[in-house]
């Protein structure tokens, strides 16, 4: 049983817990999720942070879902897929972490046309962002932006976005 800790067992908002409970739902592994409240002390810094199957307890979204990724097949097939998937990770990360800072995403600085040409890309290449299967990079990207409409129809997708708990706060 994998443990997702986050801010108020992720009932009020699901944030940064969403693309983690998602890559386990859609691999189709049991998991509970639990509020920070109930984290064990560990070397970890903030939420979310998931207890794996062997008790260790690791924090950072993109590191999160990489090893969930190759835990469970959804981190690409082929050692470049491997890479290609860790880099989108990091890639949607940065985007986020963009997105919240002002001026960073501006019509005048183009940031946001070039991260969106270099997403553009890659659908263009295959059906999702990394082959033609879905890896946790796609599952990730979904958190980021809700523009992948393949993605939607995925039941694990369907489940979390339909449960009555927002994404974001």
């Known amino acids: 049983m994998i443990t997702i ?19 386990l739902e859609f691999a189709g592994v049991p998991y509970e999720v639990l ?42 097939s082929t050692p470049a897929e491997k890479v290609d998937c860790k880099q989108l990770l990091l890639d949607f990360n940065d985007m986020f972490d963009e997105v919240q800072k002002d001026g960073k995403w501006t019509a005048e600085n183009g940031r946001q046309d070039k991260w969106f040409a270099l997403v553009e890309k890659r659908l ?13 990079a796609d599952l990730h990207a979904f958190w980021f932006a809700s523009w992948f409409s393949e993605m939607s129809e995925v039941s694990a997708v369907k489940k979390l976005t339909t449960n009555g708990v927002q994404i974001f706060p």
């Open 35 to 76: 509020g920070n409240d109930d984290l064990p002390e560990s070397f970890c810094f903030a939420v979310p942070i998931v207890k794996l199957s062997t008790g260790q307890l690791m924090s950072q979204t993109p590191m999160i879902m990489d090893v969930l990724g190759s835990e469970f097949g959804l981190g690409g």
């Open 5 to 23: 800790y986050y801010w108020a067992a992720m009932k009020k908002f699901q944030g940064r817990g969403f693309p983690i409970a998602l890559a």
């Open 124 to 136: 263009q290449a295959s059906k999702f962002l990394v082959s033609s299967e879905i890896t946790v």
